[in-house]
């Protein structure tokens, strides 16, 4: 508490009523949250189980918990919900799911699993609308409690129609499965506290301080879910900063932030200014970027880590001098200062920006590690693995029903699955239901009917030898029994894919070894351990560390939340940043944040890139620079390669041939 300046002290000790702390980046928010965390439980005698934090990755839940283990015992720490929404949520459901009409045991979809399930419905409907785009207005439509006869009744148009057809039967299949995806982790939460007050009565008694991160990021759905936990008048203390709403896209509404006012008529508002991450230089011309935009509440960063550096703006010929040019940068300042090739971040506002920059790091054998790769559980051995357990603790779940089937091959085809799914389907049943039906007998016979029965019944007998016996052997019999490591070696092109998809199994068997014992020691059920593995799945794709002594690629989204000690700005271009598709004053405002966010990343230097043309359609076509450059403050600010310049193309010149002899130096050496 001693190290906090008054501001944040003011935001731990302040629980008299709501608060609101206006946390401008680098500012400890995440500190401050922690600090009054430790003050309720031991100078207010809260107990732990009576605070709830909520944040929107599992990377901000793990840090709160770390810094609070050393404030606090372990028991204490593990009585206290830290989570994001959505494992909240989950939560909610495992305890009272069954008022809505959830069994135990019900599985997650993920978003590979909802677009199968889609793209099967899409079929049956002969529709033409694509798995991806009725997803996400599905998704929207969840977000914002919309149900499915409500999304009917009000469609305008025949899309809309189309996708409220395919919600309808989506949200049927959901339930008849036993399953939820991503959005009801929200959603679902929302309705069963708002159906059943003695439930809402119960969790509103259990939450005696709510602390919600990055509060700006809330959709409707969470923000309906604090509502609901909260009094008007009740113990709530919400994070955020306006500056820093960037995900308007996936349902933020920034507005949540504004409108805290109102629905906390004895609001507290706590401004964090002081920044204890970037240079005043960095800070200065941040501030000038982000004050072109309107304010509710007004802030102004501030850093007494001293002036800093001039940031940098190097105006290159085209995309591909771009990308060499900041790679020879990097290069320069690893070999001549000693810099480590961890410490610099490429930010970019698209994707696609990356293949040049990855070309050119390649090129000078530099490790990088690109944000939004492919996660663990995006390959096929993994896929697999956790169909096999949505079945076994969810046998309703078709999803995962289909998937593993012939996964490895046992001789069923498609014509068999057809009349399996036909007789389900007339039957009110599900797939594996079917399989153990009497009546399947009239749509199948001999060997076909043989097979499936044989494998209904050997996965019942599985879960429930899980179920009553030790889960993480039966699982690792499972896989055993009908010989997975072997399907792999015959699936496997080389010799070496096989070998790491073989490595994969057994560090998702080691996993699901350490999720069915908890931290006391205690076993836990293998649906709740499933569950867990799916929600972690979904929150963890974007969260992976970046690992070594790599340069940093990702977009400014993906680096929301982290810094770096160097940072370059790439593609600072109209129709990059802001980018093409913005077209209202909304929309610019949010690119403007999201630049802000951009520049708040570094702590030491700050470089922007622009190209004078770019390829587009083939073709060579001239770029104009982003707005947002012409806001940067002169005298901060350093311009290379400015047209007509003679003398600083000579400089680029000049740098990498001497760059270039210090590499032929060390390859001499």
Same mark, same amino acid.
């Given at each position: 508490?001693?190290?906090?300046?008054?501001?944040?002290?003011?935001? !731990?000790?302040?629980i008299? *009523?709501p608060?609101?702390?206006?946390?401008?980046a680098?500012?400890?928010?995440?500190?401050?949250?922690?600090?009054?965390?430790? +003050?309720?439980?031991?100078?207010?005698?809260?107990?732990?189980?009576?605070?709830?934090?909520v944040?929107?990755?599992?990377?901000?839940?793990t840090?709160?918990r770390?810094?609070?283990? /050393?404030?606090l015992?372990?028991?204490?720490?593990?009585?206290?919900?830290?989570?994001?929404?959505?494992?909240?949520?989950?939560?909610?459901?495992h305890?009272?799911?069954?008022h809505?009409?959830?069994?135990?045991?019900?599985?997650?979809?993920?978003?590979?699993?909802s677009q199968?399930?889609l793209?099967?419905?899409?079929? #049956?409907?002969n529709?033409?609308?694509?798995?991806r785009?009725?997803?996400?207005?599905i998704?929207?439509?969840?977000?914002?409690?919309?149900?499915?006869?409500?999304?009917?009744?009000?469609?305008?148009?025949d899309?809309?129609?189309v996708?409220?057809?395919?919600y309808k039967?989506?949200?049927?299949?959901?339930r008849?499965?036993n399953?939820?995806?991503?959005?009801?982790?929200?959603s679902?939460?929302?309705?069963?506290?708002?159906?059943?007050?003695?439930?809402?009565?119960?969790?509103?008694n /259990?939450?005696?301080? =709510?602390?919600?991160d990055?509060?700006?990021?809330?959709?409707?759905?969470?923000?309906?879910?604090?509502?609901?936990?909260?009094d008007?008048f009740?113990? $709530?203390?919400?994070?955020?900063?306006?500056?820093?709403?960037i995900?308007?896209?996936?349902?933020? &509404?920034? @507005?949540?932030l504004m409108?805290l006012?109102?629905?906390?008529?004895?609001?507290?508002?706590?401004?964090? @200014?002081?920044?204890?991450?970037?240079?005043?230089?960095?800070?200065?011309?941040?501030?000038?970027v982000?004050?072109?935009?309107?304010?509710?509440f007004? /802030?102004?960063?501030?850093?007494?880590?001293?002036?800093?550096?001039e940031l940098?703006?190097?105006?290159?010929? +085209? %995309?591909i001098?771009?990308?060499e040019?900041v790679?020879?940068?990097?290069m320069?300042? +690893?070999f001549?200062?000693?810099r480590?090739?961890?410490d610099f971040?490429?930010?970019?506002?698209?994707?696609f920006?990356?293949?040049?920059? #990855?070309?050119?790091?390649?090129? /000078?054998?530099?490790?990088?590690?690109?944000?939004g790769?492919s996660?663990?559980?995006d390959?096929?051995?993994?896929?697999d693995?956790?169909?096999?357990?949505?079945l076994?603790?969810?046998?309703?779940?078709?999803?995962?029903f289909?998937?593993c089937?012939?996964?490895?091959?046992?001789?069923?085809?498609? *014509?068999?699955?057809?009349?399996?799914?036909?007789?389900?389907?007339?039957?009110?049943?599900? $797939?594996f239901?079917?399989?153990?039906?009497?009546?399947?007998?009239?749509s199948?016979?001999?060997?076909?009917?043989?097979?499936? &029965?044989r494998?209904?019944?050997?996965?019942? =007998?599985?879960?429930?030898?899980?179920?009553?016996?030790?889960?993480?052997?039966? !699982?690792?019999t499972l896989?055993?029994?009908?010989?997975?490591?072997?399907w792999?070696?015959?699936?496997?092109?080389?010799p070496?894919q096989?070998?790491?998809?073989?490595?994969?199994? @057994?560090e998702?068997? %080691?996993?699901?070894g350490?999720?069915?014992v908890?931290?006391d020691?205690?076993?836990?059920?293998?649906s709740?351990?499933?569950?867990?593995?799916?929600?972690?799945?979904?929150?963890s794709?974007?969260?992976?560390?970046a690992?070594?002594?790599?340069?940093? =690629?990702?977009?400014?989204?993906?680096?929301k %939340?982290l810094?770096?000690p160097?940072?370059?700005?790439?593609?600072?271009e109209?129709?990059?940043?802001p980018?093409?598709?913005?077209?209202?004053?909304?929309?610019?405002?949010?690119?403007?944040?999201?630049?802000y966010?951009?520049? *708040?990343r570094?702590?030491?230097?700050?470089t922007? *890139?622009?190209?004078?043309?770019?390829?587009?359609?083939?073709?060579?076509?001239a770029?104009?620079?982003?707005?947002?450059?012409?806001d940067?403050?002169?005298?901060? !600010?350093l311009? =290379?390669?400015?047209?007509?310049? #003679?003398?600083?193309?000579?400089?680029? !010149?000049?740098?990498k041939?001497?760059? &270039?002899?210090?590499?032929d130096?060390l390859?001499?050496?």
């Amino acid at each position: 508490m001693n190290k906090l300046n008054p501001q944040q002290r003011a935001a !731990v000790l302040h629980i008299d *009523t709501p608060v609101l702390v206006l946390a401008g980046a680098g500012s400890g928010k995440t500190g401050v949250i922690t600090e009054k965390i430790a +003050h309720l439980i031991t100078d207010k005698q809260y107990s732990p189980s009576s605070i709830i934090a909520v944040t929107f990755t599992n990377k901000a839940a793990t840090e709160m918990r770390d810094r609070l283990r /050393k404030k606090l015992d372990a028991k204490t720490v593990r009585g206290l919900s830290i989570s994001t929404f959505h494992r909240l949520g989950l939560n909610m459901l495992h305890k009272d799911g069954q008022h809505i009409g959830l069994r135990r045991g019900f599985t997650i979809m993920d978003q590979s699993d909802s677009q199968s399930a889609l793209r099967e419905i899409i079929s #049956e409907q002969n529709s033409a609308m694509e798995e991806r785009t009725a997803q996400s207005i599905i998704s929207n439509w969840k977000s914002n409690f919309v149900t499915p006869d409500k999304a009917l009744s009000d469609s305008t148009d025949d899309q809309t129609r189309v996708a409220a057809l395919l919600y309808k039967d989506y949200e049927r299949l959901l339930r008849a499965c036993n399953s939820v995806d991503f959005d009801d982790l929200i959603s679902l939460p929302v309705q069963l506290l708002r159906e059943h007050p003695e439930v809402q009565e119960r969790w509103k008694n /259990k939450t005696r301080h =709510l602390l919600v991160d990055e509060y700006q990021d809330t959709n409707a759905a969470q923000y309906e879910i604090i509502r609901l936990l909260v009094d008007r008048f009740g113990a $709530l203390t919400a994070v955020g900063d306006d500056d820093q709403s960037i995900y308007s896209w996936r349902g933020a &509404q920034p @507005e949540n932030l504004m409108n805290l006012q109102t629905d906390y008529p004895n609001l507290k508002v706590i401004k964090l @200014e002081q920044n204890y991450r970037s240079s005043q230089r960095i800070l200065r011309c941040a501030n000038e970027v982000i004050s072109h935009n309107p304010h509710i509440f007004e /802030k102004r960063l501030w850093s007494a880590l001293g002036i800093g550096d001039e940031l940098r703006i190097s105006i290159c010929r +085209h %995309g591909i001098d771009e990308a060499e040019w900041v790679v020879a940068e990097i290069m320069t300042q +690893h070999f001549q200062k000693g810099r480590r090739f961890g410490d610099f971040a490429i930010l970019y506002r698209s994707n696609f920006q990356s293949r040049v920059f #990855e070309q050119a790091l390649r090129e /000078k054998q530099i490790s990088y590690s690109i944000s939004g790769g492919s996660s663990f559980f995006d390959r096929v051995e993994i896929k697999d693995m956790l169909a096999y357990l949505k079945l076994l603790v969810n046998p309703d779940d078709d999803t995962a029903f289909l998937r593993c089937i012939n996964t490895p091959r046992r001789e069923i085809g498609p *014509t068999t699955l057809s009349k399996l799914g036909e007789y389900a389907r007339q039957s009110n049943s599900t $797939l594996f239901n079917a399989c153990h039906s009497m009546g399947l007998a009239e749509s199948l016979s001999g060997k076909p009917l043989h097979r499936l &029965q044989r494998f209904a019944n050997w996965l019942t =007998l599985t879960a429930d030898n899980a179920e009553r016996g030790n889960a993480k052997d039966v !699982v690792n019999t499972l896989f055993h029994d009908m010989d997975y490591t072997g399907w792999l070696e015959r699936q496997a092109d080389t010799p070496q894919q096989a070998e790491k998809a073989i490595a994969n199994v @057994e560090e998702f068997l %080691g996993w699901l070894g350490r999720m069915l014992v908890d931290e006391d020691g205690k076993d836990v059920p293998l649906s709740d351990a499933v569950s867990r593995m799916c929600l972690h799945d979904m929150l963890s794709r974007q969260e992976e560390d970046a690992g070594h002594d790599q340069v940093q =690629l990702m977009t400014f989204h993906a680096a929301k %939340g982290l810094e770096f000690p160097h940072v370059f700005m790439v593609g600072m271009e109209e129709e990059i940043l802001p980018h093409s598709n913005s077209v209202d004053d909304n929309a610019l405002e949010e690119e403007r944040r999201l630049a802000y966010v951009g520049m *708040t990343r570094a702590q030491h230097t700050l470089t922007f *890139t622009r190209a004078r043309s770019r390829q587009k359609y083939g073709e060579l076509s001239a770029c104009e620079p982003s707005r947002y450059l012409a806001d940067l403050p002169p005298e901060d !600010v350093l311009v =290379l390669g400015e047209v007509g310049t #003679e003398d600083t193309g000579a400089q680029r !010149v000049a740098g990498k041939q001497a760059l &270039q002899g210090l590499m032929d130096m060390l390859a001499d050496d």
